[in-house]
T-cell receptor, first 113, second 113 residues
Framework: AQSVSQHNHHVILSEAASLELGCNYS??????LFWYVQYPGQHLQLLLK??????LVKGIKGFEAEFIKSKFSFNLRKPSVQWSDTAEYFC???????????FGGGTRLMVKP | GAVVSQHPSRVICKSGTSVKIECRSL??????MFWYRQFPKKSLMLMAT?????????EQGVEKDKFLINHASLTLSTLTVTSAHPEDSSFYIC?????????FGPGTRLTVL
């Protein structure tokens, strides 16, 4: 079975700072990778996804993530955060052949204005 | 816009009563839906996979007689928490896959008094 680890549980940044949230997974086969965001009081929304091809994927709201297969990582980045990025971010992994979507523990991001 | 809806968004009930939560896929058919539970400041834990026209598949540790799942149509799955107790208070989230992406409902906050 796969597992997902997000190393940063809480991150506090000032506006305009750069963001990188770590995500590592363990699984022996081909995977699909996702980052979801949950804004306060709202439901989970998809930020970006990786299935195949270019390992650098761009998502909504200026976010991007890079899949590094050798490191089993899929870190999320944003060059300049805004106060409105305050939310909880979840990395998720699904085997390419299968239905099981496994979430990391989440990272709570607070951006100070 | 939203592709998965849940009803109700919030419910408070007395201990011992049963509560039904509905999950609907909007504008698409979902042969499989997923029910998650999210504890405060924790990630999503998969409870069960709901299969249209057949029995749900429950994750280890989830009581199938307590959390009844019915997937009666291609757009509707229901989760019934039977004989609810205060420890069942939580945030329940359903999900459905459209294409390759898992979309999540807005969640139902259950409070058992």
């Amino acid at each position: 079975a796969q597992s997902v680890s997000q190393h940063n549980h809480h991150v506090i940044l000032s506006e305009a700072a750069s963001l990188e949230l770590g995500c590592n997974y363990s699984y022996g086969g081909t995977v699909n990778l996702f980052w979801y965001v949950q804004y306060p009081g709202q439901h989970l929304q998809l930020l970006l996804k990786y299935f195949s091809g270019d390992p650098l994927v761009k998502g909504i709201k200026g976010f991007e993530a890079e899949f590094i297969k050798s490191k089993f990582s899929f870190n999320l980045r944003k060059p300049s955060v805004q106060w409105s990025d305050t939310a909880e971010y979840f990395c998720a992994v699904k085997p390419n052949a299968g239905n099981m979507l496994t979430f990391g523990g989440g990272t709570r991001l607070m951006v100070k204005p | 816009g939203a592709v998965v809806s849940q009803h109700p968004s919030r419910v408070i009930c007395k201990s011992g009563t049963s509560v039904k939560i509905e999950c609907r896929s909007l504008d698409f058919q979902a042969t499989t839906m997923f029910w998650y539970r999210q504890f405060p400041k924790k990630s999503l834990m998969l409870m069960a996979t709901s299969n249209e026209g057949s029995k749900a598949t429950y994750e280890q540790g989830v009581e199938k007689d307590k959390f009844l799942i019915n997937h009666a149509s291609l757009t509707l799955s229901t989760l019934t928490v039977t004989s609810a107790h205060p420890e069942d208070s939580s945030f329940y989230i359903c999900s459905a896959t459209r294409g390759e992406v898992r979309f999540f409902g807005p969640g139902t906050r259950l409070t058992v008094l």
